[in-house]
């Protein structure tokens, strides 16, 4: 299964349990543990669709309510843009506070899990699980649609000599600078912690998030009429995405 680089997702939120602002919010208080965000990567079995894969999320919030879980949010996402490289038909997004969060979620579905598991195997196979610790760059204060909501995912790799916190810091002041033009959206970095390939190459995926595809095409807009520059002037030196 290939990484993720440069590729879009409206996004559907399919269990709100815990806002993505709550979880957030706990990364100003360190040294807390970070948020961990998990990916499942899928790909539909022949004759079986997205309506197919959210008749059986709803099972999945059903056996979420019953089994106490109140600290994950589970996001679904499809590809927008894409190319002949990608292997899988929908993202399932899962956000927990901490790892202990997500292991204590994880214990229970393992031990009742089990039928609402093989209905998602009878949609699809994941071929990838893979984890993240999180860390928030910029929280505008409107968050996405829930409905609408975009993300764009970059591989990006610390150049020789630099650090991630630099390019942290670096991804905060583009922010700053892209605020300023009119394009207010949400990013972060993940950091990955396991179920990688044996040959990914990047320290981090920088996610941004847009309320909806028409702020998408403004954000590129303010990109492309010299975001790209300052960017690369802030973060070209310190890592390549």
């Not at 706990?26 to 309506?51: H, T, Y």
């Not at 969060?101 to 071929?127: I, N, R, S, Y």
């Not at 941004?208 to 095409?217: A, E, K, T």
């Amino acid at each position: 299964m290939r990484t993720l680089k440069s590729v879009i997702f409206p996004a559907f939120v399919v269990a709100s349990i815990v806002g993505v602002g709550e979880v957030a919010a706990q990364q100003a208080q360190p040294p807390q543990p970070r948020p961990i965000v998990e990916l499942f990567a899928c790909k539909f079995n022949n004759g079986k669709n997205m309506d197919d894969f959210l008749a059986v999320s709803k099972r999945w919030n059903a056996w979420a309510d019953q089994n106490g879980i109140k600290d994950y949010t589970a996001i679904i996402m499809t590809p927008y843009y894409y190319s002949p490289d990608l292997e899988y038909d929908v993202l399932w997004l899962g956000v927990s506070a901490n790892a202990t969060m997500m292991a204590m979620g994880d214990t229970k579905w393992l031990a009742t899990g089990k039928q609402v598991q093989a209905a998602f195997d009878q949609v699809g196979k994941c071929a990838a699980h893979s984890a993240y610790a999180a860390v928030d760059v910029h929280q505008p204060p409107q968050q996405p649609n829930p409905t609408e909501g975009v993300a764009l995912f970059r591989d990006c790799k610390v150049r020789e000599g630099r650090t991630a916190p630099e390019a942290i810091a670096a991804m905060r002041e583009w922010s700053e600078y892209m605020k300023g033009r009119g394009s207010d959206v949400f990013s972060a970095v993940l950091f990955p912690l396991a179920g990688q390939t044996d040959d990914y190459d990047y320290n981090y995926k920088a996610v941004y998030g847009f309320r909806s595809m028409d702020d998408y095409g403004k954000a590129t807009d303010a990109y492309t009429s010299g975001g790209a520059q300052r960017g690369n002037e802030l973060m070209g030196r310190i890592a390549q995405c």
